[in-house]
């Protein structure tokens, strides 16, 4: 997979690289609001680690924009954050509308023959976050969620019960490590009991990883391949 510097729009996309072949199924990932530009490097290494030939894998770069929890500085982002802890002040404009761009590009994937219900969304930290929250808010059916690191956003305004829209039985791997001091544990843990209101509890998987910080590991690549993988085996 190559990036590119280049900002030409909401979304600009990873290619994978290799020898051309029909891919059945897409997994998009969003990553964090990031101090570097391109922010996608890495996620785009680790995925080539756990690619399958006929799975196309996106990341697509957020735009730049200043962070009013890091003293206004910019840097590549989905939305503002004003903090990071449940009780914080939510940018719900900023929010909304990521999701929107999100939706096109996965109506971008379907125009181009993928099913929404072979597309996997997934994201780490912000991008997890807007990952959940696009998933809980579209009409369109997708496979499943990865959300590595994150949070449930805006989710006094879900219901108490389940949702109502095409994806209350999605499946969801939510990922965490214990010792995350940048999105505690704890919030993590109340939107994994959040999520299991919201859709069916039985296809809520909630992991958490031993002295892992606000990262990832190869125990957690490896998990996200098989969850991916499981939902998205090769069509013939």
């Given at each position: 997979m190559v990036c590119s510097n280049t900002y030409s729009g909401p979304l600009?996309?990873?290619?994978?690289?290799?020898t051309p072949i029909k891919r059945s199924s897409t997994s998009g990932f969003l990553h964090?609001?990031?101090?570097?530009?391109?922010?996608?490097?890495?996620?785009?290494?680790?995925?080539?680690?756990?690619?399958?030939?006929h799975i196309k894998y996106i990341c697509p770069h957020a735009p730049v924009r200043p962070i009013t929890v890091n003293m206004n500085m910019a840097m590549p982002s989905w939305f503002d954050i004003f903090g990071l802890s449940p009780d914080s002040q939510e940018d719900e404009p900023g929010i909304k509308q990521a999701a929107e761009n999100v939706k096109a590009l996965i109506e971008q994937e379907v125009k181009n023959g993928i099913p929404s219900n072979r597309i996997v969304l997934g994201g780490f930290s912000q991008g997890g976050a807007l990952s959940l929250y696009t998933a809980l808010t579209t009409q369109q059916k997708l496979a499943g969620v990865t959300a590595l690191s994150c949070w449930l956003p805006l989710r006094?305004?879900?219901?108490?019960?389940?949702?109502?829209?095409?994806?209350?039985?999605?499946?969801?791997?939510?990922?965490?490590?214990?010792?995350?001091?940048?999105?505690?544990?704890?919030?993590?843990?109340?939107?994994?009991?959040?999520?299991?209101?919201?859709?069916?509890?039985?296809?809520?998987?909630?992991?958490?990883?031993?002295?892992?910080?606000?990262?990832?590991?190869?125990?957690?690549?490896?998990?996200?391949?098989?969850?991916?993988?499981k939902l998205l085996p090769p069509v013939d």
């Open positions: 600009s996309l990873l290619a994978p690289l290799g964090g609001a990031c101090f570097s530009l391109p922010p996608v490097h890495g996620w785009a290494e680790a995925f080539v680690g756990i690619r399958s030939s006094a305004s879900f219901p108490q019960g389940p949702i109502s829209g095409v994806n209350r039985d999605i499946s969801i791997l939510q990922c965490h490590g214990d010792c995350d001091f940048v999105v505690p544990l704890t919030f993590a843990s109340l939107t994994a009991e959040k999520l299991k209101t919201l859709v069916n509890p039985a296809n809520v998987t909630f992991k958490t990883y031993e002295s892992m910080m606000h990262s990832s590991c190869q125990q957690e690549m490896m998990d996200i391949k098989h969850f991916i993988d």
